[in-house]
């Protein structure tokens, strides 16, 4: 899965990234400092089973740090968009096709209105204009994408209007909703351009969920905008996010200068000058000020609350928790809510669902069927016929 990293430019988008990655990016107050998109690995976490199995587990891929499992997340840096960004302007609509491969996307906003909506300095900008103005970018983009290929669909069914939309990663069976939902037809298409704006409209939300991370919490008036942004977007998840401080963390966490895991509230300085104690103290008063930086918060509610998914544990051994090799807890997989049996077995490899016999919860040592709905946490074996 993908997270898209989104929003206007010199908002912080950069800094959130190098943040959330440990991953040097070009970061400058210039507009368009990111002109390909930056990829990298960031992590989501949970508590991992090992803790209360009291066994010491063995990661292949991401890690496990006191009883707290870091699974593995790409994260896309899109470049910054402006408004006309659909006619254009800006950098174009190159970069409204880089988010298309995303399966949710965290804006990150200039919450202190230091910037304006191109990214060049100004004074109390509004950034409730930023979060308007991409929802209607992406909509308008949709929307063309739409206008485009409509000789394909006038006249015909709801499945022709897929056909050119298969490319933003979303099912016949969600448009058909939406249409539905919205009273238009799906035989015989003839809509207006009024229709086609309003199912654009309606279809983004279910194409490019879009989460707020408020970002430069530190600075002056940018706590008041953040207060606002709430009262503003009630239906919106709006996270306050410190990302330069994340970023400085990181880096000191990782030189041995402050003990710090990412999403902690606070930290514990171990080895920093007095130059460095100063600034540490600094973002110490942010993060007891907004409840820690909010980067990995908002990536945690990214994948758990947005998208739905939860992590499930496969294992070839039950009673040691481990693979062929004996490595404890190996895999840890994100899977949707309500995934079942024969269905991890499939993300696992495509035969072992062809010869799924029934699986066991090696937690509770119970055999289940294919059909069994897995929880967050759970720890399964897959047993095939091919065994």
């Known amino acids: ?137 992406i909509s308008y983009w949709i929307e063309g994408i739409i206008l485009r290929g409509w000789n394909k669909v006038k006249g015909r069914d709801i499945k022709s209007l897929y056909d050119i939309l298969t490319g933003l990663n979303i099912s016949e069976s969600e448009i058909e909703r939406v249409a539905k939902n919205l009273s238009l037809p799906l035989e015989r298409i003839n809509w207006t351009e009024e229709q086609i704006s309003l199912f654009s409209r309606n279809i983004k939300k279910e194409v490019m969920p879009i989460i707020v991370a408020a970002n430069k919490i530190d600075l002056p008036g940018a706590r008041e905008n953040f207060t606002r942004l709430r009262e503003k977007f009630p239906d919106k998840l709006i996270i306050g996010t410190y990302a330069d401080g994340e970023l400085a963390l990181r880096k000191a966490a990782k030189n041995n200068i402050v003990k710090y895991t990412p999403g902690e509230r606070s930290f514990e300085i171990i080895n920093a000058n007095d130059q460095q104690k100063k600034a540490l103290e600094k973002i110490k008063k942010v993060l007891d000020e907004n409840g820690g930086t909010g980067v990995q918060e908002i990536i945690d509610k990214a994948v758990f609350e947005f998208l739905g998914l939860i992590v499930v544990f496969p294992v070839s051994d039950e009673h040691k928790y481990s693979d062929n090799f004996g490595n404890v807890l190996p895999d840890a997989i994100l899977v949707k809510k309500g995934t079942t049996a024969i269905q991890l077995a499939g993300k696992i490899h495509s035969d072992l669902a062809k010869t799924f016999l029934y699986a066991i919860d090696a937690k509770r040592k119970l055999r289940i069927g294919k059909d069994q709905i897995l929880n967050n946490g759970d720890i399964i074996k897959i047993v095939s016929a091919s065994k």
């Open 1 to 137: 899965m993908l997270i898209g990293i989104t929003g206007k430019p010199s908002s912080g988008k950069s800094t959130f990234f190098s943040a959330a990655t440990l991953i040097d990016v070009p970061i400058s107050p210039r507009p368009f400092t990111t002109i390909d998109p930056n990829k990298g690995v960031t992590y989501v976490q949970i508590d991992c089973p090992c803790k209360s199995l009291g066994v010491h587990c063995n990661p292949k891929n991401g890690k496990c740090e006191n009883g707290k499992r870091f699974v593995p997340i790409n994260l896309l840096d899109i470049a910054g968009l402006v408004p006309g960004a659909h006619k254009g302007k800006g950098l174009g609509n190159r970069f409204l096709d880089d988010i298309r491969s995303a399966d949710v996307l965290i804006q990150v906003v200039d919450a202190s209105g230091k910037t304006d909506s191109e990214g060049n300095p100004t004074d109390n900008f509004d950034p409730a204009e930023e979060i308007i103005f991409l929802e209607e970018e």
